[in-house]
């Protein structure tokens, strides 16, 4: 990957300052360093005395709902019928706000998870490279060393064919230099295999990986409970049902130890990584200071000067390689006189393989780890990944998990107001909906009729003689003496402006008597 110059430059965000800026006390309320040191205890209890704070707010609404509640169970005079929209109201606006405070703790979720996927995959690649120059510098240190140890002696043995022994001994010196040369190039590789064979990241990345891992799925799982109390929530509230209102309230109650308990874990990891934001180089240098020399992890991690820290290095053993393949061609030249090419095919053919091997693969180890730019690079992506992408989304956890689990109190306090007031209609027996209370007192009420006094308002099957009896009675009695209602007791009047036997008087009188049908008949006859 190649990095430009404005590129490979890291820039602390706003956020790192914000948190940075948190006081850092001790359990004590006796102030520490603000330096992020995880090692120090002082510092892990400041950081635990802020993620205490979130905490507290969960124990006061406890405290809060534990008054609440015994208040309401207190009360000995009984509930008046009130309106309940207010309540819904309220609880509809907050459910609507956790919705979108929900929305934003997934994204934040999200963006943490990607900030530290690419945090691990920057060290993984970092960590690859190393090993692959560790690699490849091991290979070149075996393969100049069998150059020298075996490519040389054979070189030298095919001269011995040559019979002009001044012309030998300065060719056999010329191929010396060869061996010298690859022992110098030795030299250079194996001060870069020094400085750098103890760099393992490996165990981090696991660590982190992992972690990372049960966060994410915990996190989402516990946003997906509170998607479900929001969702049961406003079924409720549409039904009007008093017993899921009450259900997802104590399921609510339960559930905001938890998200308070996330509250307070992001906090303190959020004011952590303000700390380490604001000067991550202080922190790594401390923490591979011992394993790799400081001047070369300077290099690495400041990069102001691109040829550091191994650029010489390589620079002299590809000198090296090349004087050594100057060396071999002029060996070759100066022995063409003498017609001893057969013998010196092998010898020549295998060290010139291997000195171009030597050769190329030092300008891939120049690439990789002889330059800074590419390890700096890599070292600049990962910090911008934890302490950009992870810093903004655990920003966003910590503010939208306090806001969710705000609304859940409030929901709570208004599914409280509301429900007591959410009673289904009670059903008679039979299933069939019973009828509303009657007012006895009311005077335009009439009274019940003889015949079935303890159930008013239904005739049974068993009342039927009884109101035969009763229409029987009222044909008998002449207009002056009949009651104005079927049934009713003598002497009842009916109350004012009220008419109940109009329309069966009006009928009465409109029907043809007997008597009137047989004068007609006999008038016809």
């Known amino acids: 990957m190649a990095y430009t110059a404005t590129s490979m430059e890291y820039h602390k965000i706003w956020l790192a300052d914000f948190f940075h800026g948190f006081p850092h006390l001790d359990l004590s309320f006796v102030g520490v360093n603000s330096t992020f040191n995880p090692e120090n205890a002082g510092y892990r209890e400041s950081l635990g005395f802020w993620g205490?704070?979130?905490?507290?707010?969960?124990?006061?609404?406890?405290?809060?709902?534990?008054?609440?509640?015994?208040l309401r169970c207190c009360r000995k005079s009984q509930r008046k019928q009130s309106s309940t929209t207010y309540?819904?109201?309220?609880?509809?606006?907050?459910?609507?706000?956790?919705?979108?405070?929900?929305?934003?703790?997934?994204?934040?979720?999200?963006?943490?998870?990607?900030?530290?996927?690419?945090?691990?995959?920057?060290?993984?690649?970092?960590?690859?490279?190393?090993?692959?120059?560790?690699?490849?510098?091991?290979?070149?240190?075996?393969?100049?060393?069998?150059?020298?140890?075996?490519?040389?002696?054979?070189?030298?043995?095919?001269?011995?064919?040559?019979t002009n022994v001044t012309e030998r001994t300065r060719i056999g010196e010329i191929v010396k230099q060869i061996g010298s040369k690859l022992e110098e190039g030795r030299t250079e590789i194996n001060t870069i295999r020094g400085d750098a064979s103890e760099v393992n990241t490996e165990e981090i990345t696991?660590?982190?990986?992992?972690?990372?891992?049960?966060?994410?799925?915990?996190?989402?799982?516990?946003?997906?409970?509170?998607?479900?109390?929001?969702?049961?929530?406003?079924?409720?509230?549409?039904?009007?049902?008093?017993?899921?209102?009450?259900?997802?309230?104590?399921?609510?109650?339960?559930?905001?130890?938890?998200?308070?308990?996330?509250?307070?874990?992001?906090?303190?990891?959020?004011?952590?990584?303000?700390?380490?934001?604001?000067?991550?180089?202080?922190?790594?240098?401390s923490r591979v200071n011992g394993t790799v020399k400081g001047d070369i992890l300077t290099a690495y991690i400041k990069c102001t000067d691109s040829s550091q820290p191994y650029q010489e290095q390589i620079l002299d053993a590809q000198t090296k390689v090349t004087e050594a393949i100057t060396a071999l061609n002029k060996t070759v030249n100066?022995?063409?006189?003498?017609?001893?090419?057969?013998?010196?095919?092998?010898?020549?053919?295998?060290?010139?393989s291997d000195l171009k091997f030597v050769f190329g693969n030092l300008s891939s180890i120049s690439t990789l780890v002889g330059s800074c730019d590419t390890l700096h690079g890599e070292y600049i992506s990962g910090v911008r990944a934890l302490c950009s992408?992870?810093?903004?989304?655990?920003?966003?956890?910590?503010?939208?998990?306090?806001?969710?689990?705000l609304c859940s109190a409030v929901m709570i306090f208004c599914a409280a107001l509301a429900w007591p007031y959410l009673h289904k209609r009670r059903r008679g027996r039979e299933g069939c909906r019973s009828y509303a209370p009657v007012d006895d007192t009311d005077p335009f009420l009439p009274d019940p009729p003889p015949y079935q006094q303890q159930n008013y308002g239904t005739i049974a099957s068993t009342d039927r003689p009884e109101r035969a009896s009763a229409i029987l009675h009222y044909r008998n009695t002449n207009e002056e003496t009949r009651p104005s209602i079927i049934g009713a007791p003598e002497g009842d009047s009916p109350p004012p402006a009220y008419h109940p036997g109009h329309f069966m008087q009006q009928y009465y009188n409109l029907a043809p008597r007997p008597t009137s049908i047989i004068q007609s008949s006999q008038s016809t006859t």
């Open 389 to 405: 992408t992870t810093l903004y989304g655990l920003g966003y956890l910590v503010l939208f998990s306090a806001l969710i689990g």
């Open 334 to 352: 100066m022995s063409l006189p003498f017609n001893i090419s057969d013998k010196l095919t092998g010898p020549v053919s295998m060290i010139r």
């Open 87 to 162: 309540s819904r109201f309220c609880l509809g606006l907050f459910l609507l706000l956790g919705c979108g405070a929900l929305a934003t703790a997934f994204y934040g979720n999200s963006q943490v998870h990607d900030g530290m996927d690419n945090f691990v995959r920057v060290v993984k690649v970092t960590n690859r490279t190393v090993r692959d120059a560790m690699q490849v510098l091991t290979v070149l240190d075996r393969t100049a060393n069998n150059t020298e140890k075996r490519g040389v002696p054979s070189l030298l043995l095919a001269l011995d064919s040559i």
């Open 52 to 70: 205490g704070i979130p905490m507290l707010i969960c124990a006061l609404l406890w405290l809060l709902f534990l008054i609440f509640f015994c």
């Open 206 to 285: 696991d660590q982190a990986e992992e972690i990372e891992y049960y966060r994410w799925v915990t996190t989402i799982l516990v946003y997906c409970v509170y998607v479900t109390i929001i969702f049961f929530t406003f079924t409720g509230l549409l039904k009007k049902s008093r017993w899921i209102l009450i259900v997802v309230s104590v399921v609510s109650l339960v559930f905001m130890v938890v998200i308070w308990g996330f509250t307070s874990t992001y906090l303190a990891i959020s004011v952590g990584s303000g700390d380490l934001c604001v000067d991550p180089d202080t922190f790594v240098m």
